[in-house]
């Protein structure tokens, strides 16, 4: 049997539609990797999916737990592979973008992260759009989180070094373990390559509650930049008040 390099964490709650197609594109990727699924105690058909899949899987359970970002931490932790990282049940992998990641990792044994391109995709239309990615420096992570989390591979060693994602934050737990990975372990490897494709629908978390996110974002900002950019109060304030108005009428139309 092929030793795994590679722990993927799979939160899921409620996204039975999606999570087929999602673990369907980390099979697919011809990469020794150990699965593990942390379901929040689904009452969609999540579970039927997830049985679907049970031969492939290193593990899985459904329950009420702590939120996303401990089912993160647990579902790493079982695992020993030497790169690790998460796909969110509604987001899926590109061919080779693992691939493309674990190399550039392998070729900078220092770097903490690697990261490549993604796409934003409208469940409803399956429309792309380009994510906001860029080479990584603190400068621009403070402007914005340039890394769009499924398209990023963090090594295991990092990883513990900084005990994973904070179960405190419930929106921006990514963006927060970014900055304490490049405090205590340096720059990213930035891979001008697409990896991903993060899905947009109505009961996204961010969608249905952009307030907390920004909130969030700031806290995160100040805490690790020590200072919040000008950006964010001219322009990030506006953008929040227009996206929850256009999520609030999208809602609307759906029910």
Known sequence: MIKPILTVAVPSYNHGEFLDFALESIFMQ?????VFVMDGGSTDDTCQVIKKWEPHLAGWRSHVDDGQSAAINEGIALGSAPFVTWLNSDDYYLPNG??????????????????????HEKAETAK?????????????????CIICQPAALIRRSAWESVSGTDPSLHMTMDYDLWWRLYRHSGDFVF???????????????????????YSEAISTVRTHYGSVPLKWYLYQPYAVWWKSIVGSLRRYRIK
């Open 30 to 34: 011809d990469v020794p990797v150990e």
């Open 98 to 119: 693992l691939k493309v990641l674990i190399a550039a990792l392998e070729a900078k044994p220092d770097a903490p992260v690697a990261y490549g391109r993604a796409f």
């Open 128 to 144: 792309r759009r380009a994510a906001w990615v860029q080479p990584f420096t603190a400068k621009t992570l403070a402007l914005r």
């Open 191 to 213: 891979v001008d390559h697409p990896v991903a494709i993060n899905r947009d629908h109505a009961s996204t978390k961010t969608n249905e509650n952009r307030k907390l996110h």
